[in-house]
């Protein structure tokens, strides 16, 4: 199993990113993905989850701003993050249970002036 994340990069404060996690060697059909970040010298935290019939939840701190989707066919899950704030800033990982979990390298979001 395989889960790649892309699309991290530095914004400004009220811009926008779209991050993607490609997935592989797993039934992408069945599984929820999730979304979690961790910022410097801070715990992990999830942010935003997807379920295999496409119910999302988010968390508290970024809904209304950030929208997570899916493309079956390619596999791959995102994160529309809009309205970025510094307490944004933060390594997002991708995460989904299968066989264990099974988390991505991670891809760097950093929201500065």
């Known amino acids: 199993v395989h889960l790649v994340e892309s699309g991290g990069g530095l914004v400004q404060p009220g811009g926008s990113l779209r991050l993607s996690c490609k997935a592989s060697g797993l039934n992408f059909k069945i599984v929820s993905m999730d979304w979690y970040r961790q910022a410097p010298g801070k715990k992990r935290e999830l942010v935003a989850s997807i379920g295999s019939d496409g119910t999302t939840k988010y968390a508290d701190f970024v809904k209304g701003r950030f929208t997570t989707s899916s493309d079956w066919p390619r596999r791959t899950v995102y994160l529309q993050m809009d309205g970025l704030q510094p307490a944004d800033t933060a390594v997002y990982y991708c995460?989904?249970?299968?066989?264990?979990?099974?988390w991505g390298q991670g891809t760097q979001v950093t929201v500065s002036s």
């Open positions: 995460h989904t249970c299968y066989g264990g979990a099974r």
